[in-house]
């Protein structure tokens, strides 16, 4: 029999919260675990049955414990859950060789994923970009949903450039509607100047992809890369700042 707490803190984690105040609403109507079909007809059809079987079994097995604390205990691990959701998550994305300790994530699929998260804005930066077609269309998507696309890549017309790909009319010709973005160094010393070898996509503030993976078809399929994928917390929004002010601030310009 499942332990009723796990139960209950698996229904915090998955439930939007109002679903868990419906729930807990519905249960302080009832005495004990024994009059719990009493309350499932009134319950979402889209909930999940498995959850709330276990839910059901588990309090009846527990027949101490009174609808008041069932309810209660499910109202503290939604808030709980949100809490930590609040805080962040982490995930290492591992593309490569498996050694069977961690998942094994191709890069394309993580990006996609921040891209096609994406309402309003994102933003994203890579050293190469370029033949990474569906990434392009992912791109292209999030415009037509209205979203504001900014990239920042590393020009081959900059006296110092070393990368034999331009991706700034690469990028231009499969996603014509984004904002294109470089390093402006003309003003630097020669002795200063460096290359935008960064890559991370953020998109609304709220999930971010750190990655060694530049927008090609090799670090998307075939390279051994390694990036974290970060949802909540503030990182992502202090990220997004920091780019957005490296383009007020004309350290970046867009390419017109």
Request: with cysteine; net charge neutral; hydrophobic share 45%.
């Amino acid at each position: 029999m499942a332990d009723i707490w796990n139960v209950i803190a698996e229904l915090g984690l998955e439930l939007h919260p109002a679903r868990v105040s419906a729930l807990a609403n519905l249960i302080k109507s009832i005495n004990s675990g024994n009059d719990f079909p009493k309350i499932r007809r009134n319950l979402s059809p889209n909930i999940n049955a498995k959850l709330i079987d276990l839910l059901e079994q588990s309090w009846t097995q527990n027949k101490q414990l009174t609808s008041i604390e069932i309810a209660s205990a499910l109202i503290s691990a939604s808030l709980t859950a949100e809490l930590s959701a609040s805080r962040g998550s982490v995930e290492m994305v591992w593309t490569g060789p498996s050694s069977n300790l961690v998942p094994i994530r191709h890069t394309e699929q993580v990006l996609k994923e921040v891209i096609e998260s994406a309402k309003t804005k994102l933003f994203v930066v890579s050293f190469v970009a370029y033949d990474v077609p569906n990434i392009h269309v992912a791109l292209n998507n999030a415009i037509e949903r209205n979203v504001a696309v900014d990239i920042l890549v590393e020009s081959s017309q900059s006296t110092h450039s070393k990368i034999q790909v331009d991706s700034v009319p690469k990028m231009r010709k499969s996603v014509p509607r984004a904002n294109i973005y470089i390093w402006d160094q003309s003003q630097s010393p020669q002795s200063a100047i460096g290359v935008v070898h960064a890559k991370c996509a953020v998109a609304d503030d709220c999930i971010a992809f750190i990655t060694s993976a530049n927008l090609t078809t090799a670090a998307m399929e075939r390279n051994v890369e390694l990036g974290v994928l970060i949802k909540g917390g503030d990182l992502p929004a202090r990220l997004d700042q920091h780019l957005r002010a490296l383009i007020v601030s004309d350290v970046i310009k867009r390419v017109n």
